[in-house]
């Protein structure tokens, strides 16, 4: 059977941003930190220094850029 798949390149990126958000977030949590302020000095900073080692969680963040952060977060919150 031959079919044609479409993929919507942008949304697979952004699952897959939000997908290593979470991840980083539970290793956060788990170590005892409260992620969303590790999240927000790293986000404002850049400072990747603000995300633990912990379970690989700066090695994660730091496959991604801040900007495609910001923007998955923006278009998750509004339902995109």
Known sequence: ???????????LRQEMILLTLNEVIESLNRKGYKAENQLVGYLMTGDPTYISNYEGAREKIKTLKREEVLLALINNYQGR
């Not at 059977?1 to 949304?11: C, E, H, K, L, Y």
């Open 1 to 11: 059977m031959d079919r044609t798949s479409i993929f919507n390149v942008a949304a």
